[in-house]
């Protein structure tokens, strides 16, 4: 009996020791946190080099240029440094063309663009006065980029908006078309819409004279049938038309602020 009792009690001792340390235990089994992977180092031109004198394939090079962030200093200076010491063409070409890793973002500069700024226009389309009718949008493109304080503001290209105000096609009697639009706006280097100020019309060739001339030639000699003369009424006038290309000086027509990507 004396022996089933100190067994028990042993027992116990022993279950109360793991659950004491069972803690602990499992402080020991949890994995730790794996160690956070180190970003890689961009390739540098001493790196190509290096792996040029190591006598490595061209193509494992640039292989090695593609899978890495590279900061290559492409100077014509260290070009010329790398070519003398050995570095083929095929790999300089791929250096040049390489993304820098870490690029430096493009500073922003807010631009005051004062009304009156010229702007060069050309049609972007031919606009005939038959196709078209009042109220339509007809565009226009910018022709030569707008700098103000030295930044383009208005770049090379850019769309701009205007709208018929009459659009008539050549009537019978020879009355020729007509066309009128006014300017609206134009397309900043930010993407924002500056106004702008311009009128232009066309108007196309008149054949009045010609009709009148044939309907009095048509009637002295053919006195006795005057609606043969008449029939020179249908005969109509040229509609207006405005080619594409064609140039137009325009101006900003209030003051604007454009936000654009400074030029150094």
Known sequence: MRRTFSALLL?????????????????IVQPSAPPQAQPARPLTNADVLSMVEAKLATEIVVEKIKASPCDFDTSPAA???????????????????????????ARRVAVRVPAGTPVELETAYTINSQLVRAGDAVSFRVVNPVLVDGQVVIEKGAVATAFVTQAERGGHWGRAGRIAWTMKEVTAADGARLPVQFSGRSVGDSKGAKVATQMILTGA????????????????????????G???????????????????
């Open 11 to 27: 027992l116990l001792l022993i279950l109360r020791a793991a659950a004491a340390q069972s803690p602990d235990a499992a402080k």
């Open 79 to 105: 070009l010329g440094r790398l070519k003398e010491s050995g570095v083929p063409d095929a790999l300089l070409l791929v250096m040049v063309m390489s993304p820098k890793c870490n690029p430096q973002p």
């Open 221 to 244: 000699i053919f006195w006795f049938a005057p609606p043969v003369a008449l029939l020179h009424g249908f005969k109509r006038g040229e509609n207006a038309v405005v080619p594409e």
């Open 246 to 264: 064609k140039r137009f000086d325009a101006t900003v027509s209030g003051a604007a602020t454009v936000n654009v990507t400074a030029r150094e």
